[in-house]
């Protein structure tokens, strides 16, 4: 309720007789015609009635105010909720953001990875391949160092053999133990 109100004044019998008019359109009344209190009674009917809207008028500003005042509590609720969610909104998507680059971030040094493990495979695979290259050109050398030395060592067999007569089995078996030595030598 307001403060600055003002009160409504209702009207009185004198005002409403001050506002009548004794005569209908300027015409003055006939004699013996009733006054205009025809209904002394209804003067106080009418006070009643206008007090009752007067009552009603401020039980509707009343309302309309408590109205407002609710209409204006929850526009203010719904500014609230608004700004909370756009403070959320603004959170999440600095969040997601955040994420994005984190995983470029590991995808690339996910991709630096997978390119750094096919290089060092591939020289795995060519050192594989180089340290066979390597063995077997060990064995063939060892082979033909071996060869050499048996050639060397049974040179001067075979002499002694041709000069001291040797019997053909002597030879076979002494060929046989050879070519064990060989075997044994290229198992190596």
């Known amino acids: 309720m307001w403060k600055d109100e003002t009160p409504l004044s209702t009207p009185t019998a004198r005002d409403s007789l001050d506002k009548l008019s004794l005569t209908g359109h300027g015409q003055p009344l006939p004699p013996g015609f009733p006054s205009p209190f025809l209904f002394p009674d209804g003067l106080s009917s009418i006070e009643t009635l206008l007090t009752n809207i007067q009552g009603l008028l401020k039980v509707a500003i009343d309302n309309a105010r408590a109205q407002e005042k609710q209409v204006q509590l929850e526009k203010t609720e719904l500014k609230m909720d608004f700004l909370r969610e756009r403070e959320l909104r603004e959170t999440l998507e600095k969040q ?61 067999e075979i002499e002694a053999d041709r000069s001291g007569g040797r019997t053909d089995a002597e030879r076979t078996i002494q060929g046989r133990n050879l070519q064990k030595a060989i075997n044994l030598d290229l198992a190596l």
Do not use: C, G, H, Y
């Open 96 to 156: 997601l953001a955040m994420e994005q680059k984190n995983r470029a971030i590991v995808q690339k040094r996910l991709k630096k990875e997978k390119k750094a493990k096919r290089k060092l495979q591939e020289a795995l695979e060519f050192e594989t391949k180089r340290r066979e290259q390597a063995e077997q050109t060990l064995k063939q050398a060892a082979s033909a160092d071996s060869l050499r030395v048996l050639n060397d060592s049974l040179t001067p």
